[in-house]
């Protein structure tokens, strides 16, 4: 593989997935980790992707304030979200997980809804300040640099004592048969915490990362109530979700 092929490969990860590791990038493409930290670091410098140790981030997802143009899959994570917001209903309390798919959502609740909204992200929570109809309430901890999301015992803690009508979540990988996974532990804790915190848990999720799978487990998918992606509920690539207990929007 020429590294041109091999650089369009890792950015077209990053971008899906918003984080990746080297150690995974090196295994899939069949090379050395010094080979993709090589191609990391010059993408890095052509401000195609943000370095940082162990992996690589996409940069629509660690810098908020990026051309909103540029986000990954930008017009299929646009229909999740009109998808999304037909669930919402005046007086709801709802949760909002990070990522770039959850902050569209947050971009495109209406501004005459009332609401009101938790959220561990910093980036969805100032998307919401925007809505003056929407009451936004922190929930803080430990501030994961890279997710820019709070982790750790105590948004966890706080996520126990609540209880939201839909908690939107995000996830890096999910499968049918192996659920929801992700390669961050940290992230894994805070999203169980989320599934228990939330009467009803709606996944949203471009249909790229359908049929893929990491280490950690967030939970199995009958654990999800309702799976929003930009397809039609009726398209095949959806067969094996049809098989379990969960809506598809």
Request: hydrophobic share 40%; charged share 25%.
């Amino acid at each position: 593989m020429l590294k041109e092929e091999r650089q369009l490969k890792i950015l077209n990860e990053v971008e899906l997935h918003n984080r990746v590791l080297l150690s995974d990038i090196a295994e899939m493409l069949d090379v050395s980790v010094d080979t993709i930290r090589r191609d990391v670091k010059e993408l890095d410098a052509e401000n195609k992707l943000r370095k940082v140790h162990g992996g690589a981030i996409s940069m629509g997802f660690t810098d908020p304030t990026a051309d909103h143009s540029k986000i990954y899959a930008l017009n299929e994570k646009s229909i999740i979200a009109q998808k999304a917001t037909g669930l919402l209903r005046d007086g709801a309390v709802i949760f909002i997980d990070g990522g770039t798919t959850c902050l569209e959502l947050a971009r495109q609740i209406p501004r005459q809804l009332h609401l009101t909204c938790f959220t561990l992200s910093l980036p969805v929570a100032l998307q919401l300040l925007t809505k003056p109809n929407i009451e936004v309430i922190f929930l803080g901890g430990t501030i994961s640099r890279e997710a820019q999301i709070s982790v750790g015992a105590s948004a966890i803690h706080q996520l126990s004592e609540i209880r939201v009508d839909y908690g939107f979540i995000g996830t890096g990988y999910v499968d049918a048969l192996h659920g929801l996974t992700e390669f961050d532990w940290d992230i894994v804790q805070v999203k169980k915490a989320v599934i228990q915190a939330s009467k009803k848990t709606v996944l949203l999720c471009i249909s790229e990362k359908l049929n893929s799978q990491h280490r950690y487990k967030t939970c199995n998918i009958n654990a999800i109530n309702t799976m929003i992606t930009e397809l039609e509920p009726e398209n095949n690539l959806l067969n094996m979700f049809r098989k379990h207990d969960i809506h598809l929007l």
